[in-house]
């Protein structure tokens, strides 16, 4: 049976927060509120975590997952960013967008994508996301909560817990969230690629 954690959108409660944190660290799949739609996270190094993700996205392994960092600095961490890729991230996050980027040695080849060696990125605005990574330490390993069959993401969090009350270990209710997921941008090439349009604006990429 899920947790259901009711928190405040824009102060949520460090109690709460925690209690989350300490679920992901402990192996288990949440479900937490983004500025585009609700999303599922786990910890990056959890195998186990990650493929009951695509079990429940029934993804594949060429599905591309998001880091989800606190900032820039964190973000770098985890992809090679050179310095015309620095200006296009300073200038959109935190924010709806996803860039993917050349993935580093810290990320676990299982999360790449499989022949590029590329992971998708963001720095998120919801100020429950930014407090759940800013209490874990480190980047959650994320993707959409879309599930198979639907168009949009749900926007409710108490419905995700009922439709996921098996599946997930917690569900964070930030409120509710639009059904626009990330803009995706590929910054892997000489000029910024528009892969998805979404809840950015992708104007701020020079598209």
Same mark, same amino acid.
């Given at each position: 049976m899920a947790l259901y954690l009711p928190l405040h959108p824009d102060n949520p409660q460090p109690r709460l927060i925690k209690q989350a944190v300490d679920i992901v660290r402990a192996g288990g799949v949440i479900v937490y509120p983004t500025e585009s739609c609700y999303a599922l996270g786990c910890q990056l190094g959890d195998k186990d975590a990650l493929e009951r993700i695509r079990r429940i996205r029934q993804v594949d392994d060429?599905? *591309?997952f998001t880091l989800?960092?606190?900032?820039?600095?964190?973000?770098?961490t985890y992809a090679k960013v050179d310095n015309r890729q620095y200006?296009?991230?300073k200038s959109a996050m935190p924010g709806a967008f996803t860039v993917i980027l050349q993935a580093t040695r810290e990320v676990p080849r299982r999360v790449m994508h499989a022949k590029r060696?590329?992971?998708?990125l963001r720095v998120p605005q919801n100020a429950v996301a930014q407090a759940l990574l800013e209490e874990l330490g480190e980047p959650l390993l994320s993707s959409t909560l879309l599930l198979p069959g639907e168009e949009w993401p749900p926007t409710e969090g108490w419905e995700i817990s009922?439709?996921?009350? *098996?599946q997930v270990e917690a569900v964070l209710d930030g409120g509710l969230c639009g059904t626009a997921v990330?803009?995706?941008i590929d910054l892997t090439e000489a000029d910024p690629v528009l892969i998805r349009q979404g809840a950015g604006d992708a104007a701020v990429f020079g598209l």
């Open positions: 060429k599905h *591309h989800v960092c606190r900032d820039l600095s964190e973000l770098a200006r296009f991230l060696s590329t992971i998708g009922q439709q996921l009350e *098996h990330t803009t995706v």
